[in-house]
């Protein structure tokens, strides 16, 4: 599999609701970050529309902050939206994550997906091949070394 | 810091050579002659490879003056897989949010959903 960068997931809810709770700030400070990290809707700026700016602030239960931000590139409701999303807010933000919408018979099939132009499929997966290839070495060598 | 390591982790990895080399340093630590031979290149190109790998921190280089055998090393490989992990937990559990969020939600305001439902 290849998916480490498209998770898709099925809502019962439709379409234009799920967009509004992707673009609405009183929508969004609910579920971004989840129930464990508050985001004050204050702290929001969800400027949607395309070069649009986007801030966030996560507030940690620890009370650390991480401020969050991006940029709008594609608003295409309800279907999609494209933005960029960093907690390095004055780094390079990276390429955009990508929204989808398709309509199911029991409502909303959405997929998140990072463009794949900044990191391939096989790049990513040749990143585990290797890692695990490097383990693999390792239990070679520690099997040599108890065999001696 | 943490993403300018990344990006030279997945740019060294972006070329299929420099894969088949990691792939091949996987097995054991290897000259660079001895990488170039299934290869079918030539030792400099097969060095300015290793250059690039050892940039990345994937490879790191013996001192034996002569044939400074090349090994693999893996940890930035497994920062790369945790960030990738990392990345995929975060957007499931905000996907988890959201969908209990929206399933609330509905509950809440039935109207929100009048326009898809069907009229019995």
Known sequence: MTDYFTITRELTAPRELVFETLTRPEHFAVWFGTAAIEVPQDSLRMDVRPGGDFHAVMVLPDGNRINWAGEYVTVDPPSHLAMTLTDNPGEYAGLPVLFDLEETDSGTRLTISQDRADFTDEQVEMTIAGYNAFVDDIATVLERLQAV | MATDQLSLTFSALSDPTRRA????????????????????????????????????????????????????????????????????????????????????????????????????
Not at chain 2, 34 to 62: C, N, Q, W, Y
Not at chain 2, 72 to 99: K, M, Q, T, V
């Open chain 2, 21 to 120: 080399i990691l792939h091949r340093l996987a097995g054991g630590q290897a000259t660079v002659s001895e990488i170039a031979r299934p290869f079918d290149m030539t030792l400099a190109a097969v060095s300015k490879h290793l250059r690039v790998l050892e940039g990345a921190g994937l490879v790191s280089r013996g001192k034996d003056a002569q044939y400074r055998p090349a090994r693999l090393d893996a940890r930035p490989l497994a920062a790369a897989s945790e960030w990738i992990g990392d990345y995929a937990r975060f957007w499931e559990a905000n996907l988890d949010a959201l969908d209990a969020y929206l399933n609330v939600l509905q509950q809440l305001t039935p109207s929100a959903t009048d326009k898809e439902k069907p009229h019995d």
